[in-house]
């Protein structure tokens, strides 16, 4: 089982960006799927991100595409998102999840990390 954990939120202003990371250890990474959701207060987690194993293939939510890119680094056993233009919308915590890859995009998660805050003020 993957263990996965992000970091690289904070506090931003409208406009801002941010880079979160996402180490793993403890799992073959680099034959996962890597997604990137988030969960603001009151709300349900929503998809934001996905890359493929070999980073050939992304998946952007409709809020994240032409401001976030996703990517990753097998070699290290990071991946990251970059935000860019961020709003105030964005605020939430930010999840990184591993999926096997048995389908595209994937389905189903099987490890996530403990999250990390992203607030954006206006």
């Known amino acids: 089982q993957v263990k996965l954990v992000e970091s690289g939120g904070g506090l931003v202003q409208a406009g801002g960006s941010l880079r979160l990371s996402c180490a793993a250890s403890g799992g073959t990474f680099s034959s996962y799927d890597m997604g990137w959701f988030r969960q603001a207060p009151g709300k349900e987690r929503e998809f934001v991100a996905v890359?493929?194993?070999?980073?050939?293939?992304?998946d952007y939510a409709d809020s994240a595409k032409g401001r976030f890119t996703i990517s990753r680094d097998n070699a290290a056993n990071t991946g990251s998102l970059e935000m860019n233009s961020l709003k105030p919308e964005d605020t939430a915590v930010y999840y990184c999840?591993?999926?096997?890859?048995?389908?595209?995009?994937?389905?189903?998660?099987?490890?996530w990390g403990q999250g990390t805050q992203v607030t954006v003020s206006s």
């Open positions: 890359i493929s194993p070999s980073g050939h293939y992304m």
């Open positions: 999840a591993t999926a096997y890859g048995s389908s595209w995009p994937p389905l189903e998660y099987h490890s």
